[in-house]
């Protein structure tokens, strides 16, 4: 492995990333605070929410700023697959939330249970009601380990059973039923849910890191890796699903495409799918379940969710203008993060994008100002192939790949830099994101 990074490569690998650049399409650089006396609420303290309340409170001197959430520890997501793979302590990932709330923002430590888009108002899980002018939906998106059958988190670690997203608990326990695999060797079996998801690279980067440390215990060759991918493709961007698709021919691992995991059988080690040909089940020594994700209950029982039928309708996912981030019908209702109804936008690098489009849409609103913010669909996943060695993943709305240094990172070859800025360099940028400095 090489060894060494020069402050500018290093400065040029986090530059990269995505979650650094300093303004989204459009945005000039930050003008002086907007005094105002409008009430904005933000809904949800997640990467999102805090990024947002920190922006807001930058930007605005005078403005009542609530944040709605109830969660005290903040988890950095993105290191979830760090520590499932043993790389990273699981408190590498968690933090407390009030470390990232800006001294003039309000604090309502309850969780939003209903959202009243006509009389501009949300309602907490202790029934009390707060009226605001701008509402910033930012409530993240729900694990739905309840759709499949058979599921239960609590025995996450046990019988070859892992699932990385469900915590950094769960993650770290994960990581032990994985190890016992790699000591051992045996059918191992990855896969995503049909639904949109968070990070749709992760369940890639895990069976890459599953192969990987499998090689490095001797024991690759008494193994069989299989991937169920939920349609034709393993990746949304055409020209990265190849690349995938090459590599694990590879490497060995055998996808069965159109699988959808419908249920699991823990004590018998049986995952159930369904697949074109009707249900089907494929038995492992180790699993990694990705369950489906929805919209939380409140956003999806609320009039904010798209109506027409879609996809993104029958998850609960926020209508917005994909560009503006804006709501299509509520305009005094901003969405960002996970939980917001675009065609990308799942990760921490949209995130980055998202939020200052929002802020700078909002704030002009307030000035009465024009604004020509927008956000064209960017996001960014550092896609491990190998413990040491990934490819920096940078694409928009349209699937073109948009690499923020072309001469120096190709997002489609296995490199060392790409490798540093998700497994040290990320983690800097993401905190500086969440108190509004980068």
């Not at 933000?42 to 409170?57: E, Q, W």
Request: a neutral charge; proline letters at 6%; one cysteine or more.
């Amino acid at each position: 492995m090489e060894v060494g990074l020069d402050r500018r490569r290093l400065l040029q690998a986090v530059a990269a990333s995505g979650l650094v650049a300093t303004t989204p399409t459009g945005s000039a650089a930050t003008p002086a605070p907007v005094r105002s006396r409008a009430k904005i609420v933000v809904a949800g303290a997640g990467a999102a929410g805090l990024a947002t309340a920190s922006r807001l409170a930058r930007r605005l001197d005078g403005a009542e700023i609530v944040l709605v959430d109830a969660k005290r520890e903040h988890w950095y997501q993105p290191g979830f697959t760090l520590v499932a793979a043993g790389l990273k302590p699981e408190r590498y990932v968690v933090s407390g939330t009030a470390d990232y709330v800006p001294r003039d923002v309000t604090r309502v430590e309850e969780m939003v249970a209903a959202f009243d888009p006509e009389k501009r108002a949300v309602e907490t899980s202790s029934g009390r009601r707060i009226g605001y002018d701008y509402l910033v939906v930012a409530t993240g998106l729900v694990l739905d380990y309840g759709a499949i059958d058979g599921m239960d988190t609590d025995r996450i670690g046990e019988n070859g059973l892992g699932s990385h997203y469900a915590g950094p608990d769960a993650a770290a326990r994960t990581w032990a039923a994985m190890s016992r695999f790699a000591d051992a060797g045996g059918e191992a079996v990855f896969g995503r849910p049909a639904t949109e998801m968070k990070c749709a690279g992760a369940p890639l980067k895990y069976t890459f890191l599953t192969d990987d440390i499998l090689r490095r215990r001797g024991n690759r060759s008494r193994s069989k890796l299989t991937y169920a991918a939920h349609s034709g493709a393993l990746f949304s961007v055409p020209v990265v699903a190849e690349k995938v698709r090459m590599l694990f021919a590879d490497r060995g691992v055998e996808t069965r495409h159109h699988h959808v995991m419908t249920g699991i059988d823990i004590d018998r080690r049986i995952a159930r799918y369904a697949a074109p040909t009707g249900e089907t089940e494929l038995g492992y020594d180790f699993i990694n379940v990705i369950p489906p994700m929805r919209a939380p209950e409140p956003v999806r029982q609320s009039p904010l969710p798209w109506k027409d039928g879609s996809a993104w309708a029958r998850d609960g996912w926020v209508e917005v203008d994909k560009h503006t981030m804006r709501h299509n019908r509520y305009p005094d209702v901003f969405t960002v993060g996970d939980v917001a109804g675009v065609p990308k936008g799942k990760t921490a690098a949209s995130v980055k994008w998202q939020v200052p489009v929002a802020v700078d849409r909002l704030v002009a609103d307030l000035a009465g100002e024009p604004c020509d913010s927008i956000y064209d669909g960017y996001t960014s996943c550092p896609l491990i192939t190998k413990i040491g060695r990934a490819m920096l993943i940078e694409f928009n709305y349209d699937d073109n790949l948009t690499p923020s240094f072309p001469r120096v990172i190709a997002p489609l070859e296995e490199l060392w830099i790409s490798w540093v800025i998700k497994e040290t360099a990320l983690k800097l940028t993401y905190l500086a994101m969440l108190r509004g400095q980068a």
